[in-house]
Every structure is written in C-alpha cells, then in structure tokens.
C-alpha cells in the first residue's frame, strides 16, 4: 500500500495535478468520423493554424469506432462561447479534410461549470464516506467505521494515483465509478466484520487477532469468488467495451482489486492495532493505581 500511495503521489506531482476532463476543467470535445484513416499530425498541424494550438487529440480504437477521432480544445476557447470550439474545429478539418469527415458528437463546458462540477464530485465522495462511518459505527462500534472509511479512502487514493500514473483522464463517469467503488469495498469490509461480531459473541475466550483471522479465512472465498466474478465483468468492459467506458471500466478494474485486499490486509488490521493500543493504554493507567493501593495499604 505505501509503494501503491507512494508511487501515484509522485506522479501527480510530477505532473502538477490529476488530468481532468471536459467535465471538470472545461472546454470543448468534438467527436469526428473521417472517410479514411486519418493523419494525426495533420490533424494537429491544421488546428495550430486554426487557432487551437493546445488540442489534444486521440484516436479512438475498439467496438464501434471507424476511423473516429477525438478532439479536445482548452478552455480558454469556450469561455465566452461555448459553441465556439466546434466551430474552430470544424473549421480547421475543413481546411484540410472538406467533404471526408463528419461531427458525430460534441460536449462543451464553460470552467466554471467544470470548477464547480469539481467541488461537488470531492463533497458527493465526502459525504459516502461520512455516511458510511456513521452507520458502520451505530451498527458495530466507532473504531470499525473510521477502520472501514480508511480502507474506502486508501482504495480512493490508490485509484487516483493508478490514473495519474497511465495518464488516464477524470471525468463524471469516472466520479460514478468511484462511489461504486466505495460502497462495493465497504460491503466487504461489513461482511468480514459482521463475521468478526459473530465470532466475538460465541468465542470470547479467543484474542482479538485470532478471531480477526479465524473470520477473515471464514469470509475469504466468498470474498474471492464475488471479487473475482466482479472483476471479469470490469475486465470484459476495459478491454472491449470501446473508448467511451474505458476510464470507468480502467476505475472498477483497480478499484475491485484494492478493495477486496484492503477489506481483508487494511480495514481488519486497522481494528486490531487500536484495539492493542488502547488495551496497553488501559494496563500502563491502571498498574500505578494498583501499586499505589498497595503502597499505602503496607
């Protein structure tokens, strides 16, 4: 895990910041279809000339797509107009490609549309994980739901660095896979607890660590066989479910893979490392009390 946080840490700050889509930082996305194949550098030489030298423009592979591209314009190009970076586009195409293409789609955004989509994407993440702390906490004890919002928010943490690390764009979809993952994670983690509580009422005599690990083995092919069902379904739509869901298919694939090991290697031995700690807490305050009695009753 500290490798996993590490290493997408220093790719966002190589990078400056996390790459946001349309959605979150504004501009324009046209989606064009060419005749024949076409030519990238082309592309990008005829929209320097025409007035959009920072587009970004990406070839689109998979089920469905012949000869599409898409183009994405920044944006200061839209602020004013949000119709206008379609117009630069096709402008531009037209210089090069009149009469071999055709606008299959577009989406503009002005930045401060993007800026507030932005803050309220971070308060929906939010407020799933304070939402799941407090019913974890009315349904077991405190330290299981802080235990279980810090294994949500370590997947969370992890996905995101996975994007900065293969240049994988955010967007509201990505948003939508995110909070699934949140909840698909912590439904394991209150599956492994409940076994915990189960355990804990039937065999009290047992320590704390080998109940922990009696009912993570009792869970664990449950885990894995829903886990991994769940994970071939994410795999099926990544690799072949076209450019469209590739980033949300990209978030469940790494997202199902942290969250069924942090259910198991991060949540359960959250609880046990407070547990211990507060039980050293309570013998370190209650040994001098003892042997002050002790003192004065000689």
């Known amino acids: 895990s500290s490798i996993l946080l590490l290493t997408g840490l220093v790719s966002v700050m190589s990078k400056g910041t996390l790459r946001y889509g349309v959605d979150f930082q504004g501009g324009a996305i046209v989606y064009v279809r060419f005749v024949e194949p076409p030519l990238i550098d082309r592309i990008r030489e005829l929209l320097r000339e025409g007035g959009a030298p920072q587009s970004q423009i990406q070839e689109l592979t998979g089920a469905g797509s012949n000869n599409d591209v898409l183009i994405q314009v920044e944006q200061e190009l839209v602020e004013e107009d949000l119709g206008r970076g379609r117009e630069i586009i096709t402008a531009a195409l037209n210089n090069g490609f009149e009469g071999q293409f055709e606008i299959l789609n577009s989406e503009?955004?002005?930045?401060?549309?993007?800026?507030?989509?932005?803050?309220?994407?971070?308060?929906?993440?939010?407020?799933?994980?304070?939402?799941i702390l407090i019913y974890i906490a009315f349904r077991f004890e405190w330290i299981y739901g802080i235990a279980a919002v810090f294994a949500v928010?370590?997947?969370?943490?992890?996905?995101?660095?996975?994007?900065?690390?293969?240049?994988?764009?955010?967007?509201?979809?990505?948003?939508?896979?995110?909070?699934?993952?949140?909840?698909?994670?912590?439904?394991d983690t209150i599956v492994v607890f409940d076994r915990v509580r189960e355990n804990l009422r039937f065999?009290?005599?047992?320590?704390?660590?080998?109940?922990l690990n009696k009912s993570?083995?009792?869970?664990?092919?449950?885990?894995?066989?829903?886990?991994?069902?769940?994970?071939?379904?994410?795999?099926?739509?990544?690799?072949?479910?076209?450019?469209?869901?590739?980033?949300?298919?990209?978030?469940l694939v790494v997202g199902v893979m942290v969250g069924t090991y942090s259910s198991i290697a991060i949540a359960a031995p959250t609880v046990l490392i407070y547990t211990n700690y507060r039980e050293r807490a309570r013998v370190q305050h209650v040994?001098?009390?003892?042997l002050s009695r002790a003192v004065r009753a000689k």
């Not at 939508?176 to 993952?181: D, H, S």
């Not at 040994?287 to 003892?290: F, G, L, R, S, V």
Request: proline share 2%; glycine share 10%.
């Open 153 to 187: 928010f370590h997947d969370t943490l992890i996905t995101l660095g996975f994007f900065s690390i293969f240049n994988k764009e955010i967007n509201l979809t990505v948003i939508a896979a995110l909070l699934t993952l949140v909840g698909y994670s912590v439904n």
């Open 108 to 131: 503009s955004v002005g930045p401060k549309v993007g800026a507030d989509l932005r803050r309220q994407a971070v308060l929906a993440t939010l407020y799933a994980l304070g939402g």
């Open 203 to 211: 065999s009290r005599r047992e320590g704390l660590q080998a109940t």
């Open 216 to 251: 993570i083995n009792q869970t664990l092919s449950r885990t894995l066989l829903t886990s991994g069902l769940t994970l071939v379904a994410a795999l099926a739509m990544f690799l072949f479910g076209g450019e469209i869901i590739n980033n949300f298919a990209f978030a």
């Open 287 to 290: 040994a001098p009390e003892k």
